[in-house]
């Protein structure tokens, strides 16, 4: 099992900007991809952007796609979210995700192609 606990959101204007972090423990080895999804009231999850743990390869939702970016520290076990020019439909419940099976890719814009769930961080996006 692999334990993933999410950090980083809170209130910012439009236009503002934020990390999150998401630090895994337990057995990180298995980690094949790292995803972060997001949760609006009264919504589906959904995806925002993914990357392969140790080749790097990222995958970025098109509603996000140049503002926000993911990245990770394999050191660290921990991957981030970098999001810039919040907008107010930003607002959401952020959760990160793992896939510990080593799935096809075109999996990772989907909750079932991850295993195990953050507890999620709310960002805020005021008008």
């Known amino acids: 099992q692999v334990q993933l606990v999410e950090s980083g959101g809170g209130l910012v204007q439009t236009g503002g900007s934020l990390r999150l972090s998401c630090a895994a423990s337990?057995?990180?080895?298995?980690?094949?991809?790292m995803g972060w999804f997001r949760q609006a009231p009264g919504k589906e999850r959904e995806f925002v952007a993914a990357i392969v743990w140790r080749s790097g390869s990222t995958y970025v939702a098109d509603s996000v796609k140049g503002r926000f970016g993911i990245s990770r520290d394999i050191a660290k076990n921990t991957v981030y979210l970098q999001m810039n020019g919040l907008k107010p439909e930003d607002t959401a419940v952020y959760y990160c995700a793992t896939d510990l099976r080593g799935r096809y890719s075109g999996t990772y814009y989907y909750t079932t192609g991850y295993d195990s769930w953050g507890q999620g961080t709310q960002v805020t996006v005021s008008s």
């Open positions: 337990g057995r990180t080895f298995s980690m094949a991809a």
